[in-house]
T-cell receptor
Framework: KAGVTQTPRYLIKTRGQQVTLSCSPISGHRSVSWYQQTPGQGLQFLFEYFSETQRNKGNFPGRFSGRQFSNSRSEMNVSTLELGDSALYLC?????????????FGPGTRLTVL | KNEVEQSPQNLTAQEGEFITINCSYSVGISALHWLQQHPGGGIVSLFMLSSGKKKHGRLIATINIQEKHSSLHITASHPRDSAVYICAVGSNTGNQFYFGTGTSLTVIP
């Protein structure tokens, strides 16, 4: 089975721009969770989508949003980028809900905001 | 206040040593996850626990729900075990996921 794929792998944007990141889950996985990792804050939970519905959301501003398509692929969007949004964005997928199922992580998208 | 605390933050061991990494949490949980992150960023899920003990090869994970504590043990450590180990909990209220700050392990040949 192919693993979790994320595109793009690297991205450079400037403040004020918006960005869309994509995550393709392992075949059959219905849950996609998104995480932000920074040197200062570590890993933080952004949100989880399951069967095209956002199930949980972390403590991030409304500039961070996402969606999931009928084929379980997910996108996350960050609008009005700030310098502090520079981070590694990881998605993880699982068969069932992320809290109680093994998650499989993608390689991440490294976003740099200048 | 961190919902998940890990110790130690950094750990250096000689090849062959027995290693223990600890994780304490303050929220009610559905499950606890141990993750491994190698340089370059890739994260692998090692264990998911809701009770008791699990073993996979040289790795053993235990959890004590009453004490809100989990340990990850590595027996006969090897340089390829060098990585950051992260404890994460899925809360049973609010549907949140909380992460520890990670333990950076270096195993010297």
């Amino acid at each position: 089975k192919a693993g979790v794929t994320q595109t793009p792998r690297y991205l450079i944007k400037t403040r004020g721009q918006q960005v869309t990141l994509s995550c393709s889950p392992i075949s059959g996985h219905r849950s996609v969770s998104w995480y932000q990792q920074t040197p200062g804050q570590g890993l933080q939970f952004l949100f989880e989508y399951f069967s095209e519905t956002q199930r949980n959301k972390g403590n991030f501003p409304g500039r961070f949003s996402g969606r999931q398509f009928s084929n379980s692929r997910s996108e996350m969007n960050v609008s009005t980028l700030e310098l502090g949004d520079s981070a590694l964005y990881l998605c993880a997928t699982s068969l069932g809900r992320s809290r109680t199922d093994t998650q499989y992580f993608g390689p991440g998208t490294r976003l740099t905001v200048l | 206040k961190n919902e998940v605390e890990q110790s130690p933050q950094n750990l250096t061991a000689q090849e062959g040593e027995f290693i223990t990494i600890n994780c304490s949490y303050s929220v009610g949980i559905s499950a606890l996850h141990w993750l491994q992150q190698h340089p370059g960023g890739g994260i692998v899920s090692l264990f998911m626990l809701s009770s008791g003990k699990k073993k996979h090869g040289r790795l053993i994970a235990t959890i004590n729900i009453q004490e809100k504590h989990s340990s990850l043990h590595i027996t006969a450590s090897h340089p390829r075990d060098s990585a950051v180990y992260i404890c994460a909990v899925g809360s049973n209220t609010g549907n949140q996921f909380y992460f520890g700050t990670g333990t950076s392990l270096t195993v010297i040949p």
